[in-house]
């Protein structure tokens, strides 16, 4: 079963507005990660927030955390044509090196 | 070779035919995964090792084997495909926990 829960599932927005994705997930973590896919492409990883952490900055990238509600958002400013790709949450399970994958955010970004 | 290198890219496989899905990594990684995605399920876990001689089951492991003799190639094996191992089957390693994966480029697998 899916530990990670992306919303939406689509998202669609003009080329210079912000874009935000959110990940929900079901039990305790040490990290959550953010990964984008181009079409056909394999993944790419983005950012690694610890559950210590609450936010992280990565370029036109921002990542929260918020354990006690066991959700994170991605947010990317200024979006790009080049930002159009599938979005994906993971977090690790049972605290060990194995991560398990939502099923991820489209994202299509309108010239 | 930088990274991950999976091959084939493609191929058409009859049902019942076994098949070696190729990963090979140049970076040290010690732990490496196999994952399958299906439109709309995501990425699912099949297998994965921490390190070179271990091996571990995923969410979906049935019909597939793995193998991890050294700590740059970790082959995935189907002994007897089935239609329903049509997918993209994508490897990954990392250094360890709490790291990024990365990713090979995949291999889409068509079983009639």
């Known amino acids: 079963s899916q530990q990670g829960e992306e919303d939406p599932q689509a998202l669609s927005i003009q080329e210079g507005e912000n874009a935000t994705m959110n990940c929900s997930y079901k039990?305790?973590?040490?990290?959550l990660q953010w990964y984008r896919q181009n079409s056909g492409r394999g993944l790419v990883h983005l950012i690694l927030?610890?559950?210590?952490?609450r936010e992280k900055h990565s370029g036109r990238l921002r990542v929260t955390l918020d354990t006690s509600k066991k959700s994170s958002s991605l947010l990317i400013t200024a979006s790009r044509a080049a930002d159009t790709a599938s979005y994906f949450c993971?977090?690790?399970?049972?605290?060990?090196?194995?991560?398990?994958f939502g099923k991820g955010t489209r994202l299509h970004i309108l010239p | 070779i930088a990274g991950i290198t999976q091959a084939p890219t493609s191929q058409i496989l009859a049902a019942g035919r076994r098949m070696t899905l190729r990963c090979t990594q140049d970076?040290?990684?010690?732990?490496m995964y196999w994952y399958r995605q299906d439109l709309g399920l995501g990425l699912r876990l099949i297998h994965y090792?921490?390190?070179?001689?271990?091996?571990g089951k995923g969410e979906v492991p049935d019909g597939y084997s793995v193998s991890r003799a050294n700590t740059d190639d970790f082959p995935l094996t189907l002994a007897s495909a089935v239609p329903s191992q049509t997918s993209v089957y994508f490897c990954?390693?990392?250094?360890?926990?709490?790291?990024?994966?990365?990713f090979g480029s995949g291999t889409r697998l068509t079983v009639v």
């Open positions: 990954a390693s990392s250094p360890g926990q709490a790291s990024g994966y990365t």
């Open positions: 039990t305790s973590i040490n990290n």
């Open positions: 927030i610890r559950s210590n952490e």
């Open positions: 993971a977090t690790d399970v049972n605290r060990d090196d194995k991560i398990i």
């Open positions: 970076m040290r990684h010690n732990a």
């Open positions: 090792s921490n390190t070179a001689g271990t091996t």
